[in-house]
């Protein structure tokens, strides 16, 4: 039984040996996978350093998008303001024009009136 015994631990011995053996063509595989991967995540990084610099680009454009948004809207408001102003001014002329035709159109009314008043009475005169 030992003899057995022995034989049986010889050969898992040499199985472990053969298993052993195997490592490094397993190594060998693992090293390409592993460059593999390398390779995968500097093409990564270098994509994420790509993506940093557009961020960057679109962060500079989106603060100068930004500045000429509010210059535009203080030109705006200056441009509203001035156009307010003009509006309350021709307001305030075309009030006067029309004061000024409502006196007009008064004093040719009380003419009318007087020379109506005044044909009305040569007209009597005449038939006396």
């Known amino acids: 039984m030992p003899q057995e015994s022995l034989e049986v631990r010889m050969e898992s011995l040499e199985n472990a040996v053969k ?3 195997a490592l490094p063509g397993r190594f060998a595989g693992l090293d390409a996978r592993m460059e593999g991967l390398d390779a995968r995540m500097e093409g990564l990084d270098a994509r994420m350093e790509g993506l940093e610099g557009r961020m960057d680009a ?18 705006m408001r ?5 156009t307010n102003g003009k509006i ?4 305030e002329r075309m009030q006067q024009l029309n004061d000024e ?4 159109m008064l004093v040719l009314h009380e003419e009318v009136l007087n020379r109506i008043a ?9 038939r006396r």
């Open 88 to 91: 309350a001014a021709l307001d």
């Open 58 to 75: 679109a962060e500079t454009r989106i603060g100068n998008l930004e500045v000429q948004v509010l210059q535009l809207r203080d030109e």
């Open 19 to 21: 298993a052993l053996a």
């Open 78 to 82: 200056e441009g509203f303001s001035a």
């Open 118 to 126: 005044l044909i009305g009475e040569g007209g009597k005169r005449r």
């Open 101 to 104: 035709t409502r006196r007009h």
